[in-house]
């Protein structure tokens, strides 16, 4: 049977610093500009996870959206949701990696592929921060 990618979109509001505390001050505003500026800023993220595998011959489906839907929620959507990251991800508080989007694609892919069903492969994670800027992770 021929593989098929699936998409599905979501949806987290949260904040974020970038800043390094070893840093002077200036160098992290001349690095990071106006994203430095304390206590951080928040965006309204969207999120597309997107999955390939076979579509089952009874469903014609790949995947349980319902079952993925739990997953995204509770691996990633839920513990970032009206959060902020610094301060709610270990991986991001101060002196470790910046909460950036590609950093948070990586984070997001980390959580994920594990918690997935066998029957797909995560190939593709994609974070908007806004209209104008997005980071993506790619399995290609």
Known sequence: MPQVRLERRYRFSA????RRPDWSEEENRR????????PGHGHNYRLHVQLQGEPERDTGFITDLALLDRVV???????LDHQHLN?????FAPGK???SSENLVLWIRSRLAPALPDAVRLVRV???????L???WNEE
């Open 15 to 18: 904040s974020h610093l970038y």
């Open 97 to 99: 990696d910046i909460p």
């Open 126 to 132: 994609r974070v908007e921060e806004d209209d104008d």
């Open 73 to 79: 929620h509770e691996h990633v959507v839920d513990v």
């Open 31 to 38: 690095c990071f500009g106006k994203c430095a500026n304390l």
């Open 87 to 91: 301060v709610a991800i270990p991986e």
């Open 134 to 136: 997005a980071a993506e």
